[in-house]
């Protein structure tokens, strides 16, 4: 019941919240996560649109890959797979389990959690400079070795997806007002 419960919760906030039927999406970064920014801005990554799988990025993981990770903006969190997991020699830790679930109503759960000291978008000297976490999964959609939230990914930047050009882009909010902050294009998809 509480599976369902969260599932349909998380369906709903995504529905409503990630992205309208036509525009650009942006997220800012609150002033709290601003202050711990401590690296340069990482720059641009090119996305690929696949009918089936959504927004594709080519990842690097600790200096290994490259990997394609699924980019998905209502995830919550991070998730990769074993090879990820085994490829880049990451360090696992048991945590908590997890139920995940999204729109198709499948479910599955973990308590592993890796840490990727070191991620890289687009190009392998693309690095993003803090530490983030994934929860290891059991198994994602063929030719998916992760699921990216770039919420999290992009912290303490905020980041900007434009669809029309198919990239992604950490936004610094501290250098004043940008086209991310009001002033995006709104197209078609």
């Not at 349909?8 to 309208?20: F, M, T, Y």
């Not at 490829?87 to 759960?109: E, F, M, Y």
């Not at 400079?129 to 992760?146: F, I, R």
């Amino acid at each position: 019941m509480r599976a369902k419960l969260f599932i349909a919760l998380s369906a709903l906030i995504a529905i409503g919240w990630v992205v309208p039927n036509t525009g650009t999406t942006h997220f800012v970064a609150t002033a709290t996560q601003r202050e711990s920014a401590r690296g340069a801005k990482p720059l641009p990554a090119r996305l690929r649109i696949n009918k089936d799988r959504g927004l594709l990025l080519t990842v690097w993981v600790g200096g290994s890959g490259p990997y394609v990770f699924a980019v998905d903006t209502g995830a919550g969190m991070n998730l990769i797979s074993q090879r990820v997991v085994d490829d880049s020699q990451l360090t696992v830790k048991t945590v908590r389990p997890v139920i995940l679930g999204g729109l198709s109503a499948a479910t599955t759960s973990s308590n592993r959690e890796a840490v990727m000291s070191q991620l890289a978008f687009g190009d392998r000297g693309n690095i993003i400079s803090s530490t983030k976490t994934a929860v290891v999964v059991p198994s994602l959609a063929s030719g998916v070795d992760g699921i990216l939230d770039p919420t999290d990914a992009y912290s303490p930047f905020g980041y900007s997806i434009d669809m029309t050009n198919q990239r992604i882009e950490a936004v610094d909010t501290d250098a004043g007002p940008s086209r991310a902050a009001g002033e995006g294009a709104t197209v078609p998809w």
